[in-house]
């Protein structure tokens, strides 16, 4: 077997921590490409979500750039296995006491959109774009993220693929909606070795009805927004939205004993 050409170290202690990937990349373009990405999310960069600053070169002027060059190569085209490496990345947060999850965290479900421009990207459609607050044609993504009240990271994440991409649809096999993505992302996490408390998302996922039954029916336990009007399931006259819960007070403002009201009524489906 032919010897591996030694890389060019990461800047710093982030070296020690790029090292642990490297079986995981075949190539030594492949292991200091991971390494050029790696240290261009990290340094104080202000565009760190495009390949120049990535690069650390001029924005659009610098697109040729070798070094730009070579990470968009590094990204898009080579051969590595991302979603290798990304389970290396959960097990060393799983293995370090500073980042191990508790079951006192939470597992965030959302969603990012970015503007795209034209139509040959993958996954590119005209949708809501949370980072621009309307519709636009974009990216989405479904994210997953773990956090407690002293820190947080990223989990998993899945693209949503627009329909126009299927050849039937939203009637193809291969379509699914963002929901679902998100259902099949928490049960990942939860397979992975993650524990959490419950599974959190805005009043975009918390209004579907159906997302809570799935959490329901997958055992995942869940705290959710609602819009103010939603209004919540109960027995009769106790029906309430959350505005409603809000305005009556909590078993530490009634006097005595007796079932919880207002806004302990309406706290999370949890264990």
């Known amino acids: 077997m032919t010897k591996r050409l030694p890389c060019p170290p990461a800047p710093g202690p982030l070296e020690a921590y790029a090292a642990r990937f490297d079986d995981l990349f075949g190539t030594l373009a492949q292991r200091r490409g991971f390494r050029e990405y790696l240290a261009g999310l990290l340094l104080p960069r202000d565009r760190n979500k495009t390949l120049t600053c990535l690069a650390g070169a001029e924005p659009v002027a610098g697109a040729q750039h070798p070094a730009v060059q070579r990470l968009q190569f ?30 006192g965290g939470v597992l965030v479900v959302d969603d990012s959109g970015d503007r795209k421009d034209g139509a040959a990207t993958a996954h590119v459609g005209k949708q809501y774009l949370g980072s621009v607050g309307k519709i636009d044609r974009g990216v989405v993504t479904v994210t997953t993220c773990w956090a407690d009240e002293r820190v947080y990271y990223p989990v998993h994440a899945h693209p949503y693929t627009p329909a126009h991409h299927f050849l039937k ?24 070795g993650l524990v959490f408390r419950a599974v959190a998302a805005d009043c975009a996922y918390g209004d579907r009805d159906s997302f809570r039954a799935d959490l329901h029916e997958a055992g995942l336990p869940f705290v959710m927004a609602l819009k103010p009007r939603h209004g919540t399931w109960a027995y009769g006259r106790d029906a309430h939205t959350p505005v409603d819960a809000a305005r009556l007070p909590r078993r530490a403002d009634l006097a005595g004993p007796g079932p919880s009201r207002g806004l302990d009524a309406h706290r999370a489906h949890l264990p």
Not at 79 to 99: G, I
Not at 173 to 187: D, K, N, S, V, Y
Request: glycine content about 4%.
């Open 74 to 103: 590094f990204l898009s085209e080579s051969t590595w296995d991302c979603e290798a490496v990304n389970a290396r990345r959960l097990k060393l947060l799983l293995a370090d006491p500073c980042t191990a999850p508790h079951p």
């Open 169 to 192: 649809g939203k009637n193809d096999p291969g379509f699914a909606h963002q929901l679902p993505i998100a259902i099949e992302l928490a049960a990942q996490a939860k397979a992975t």
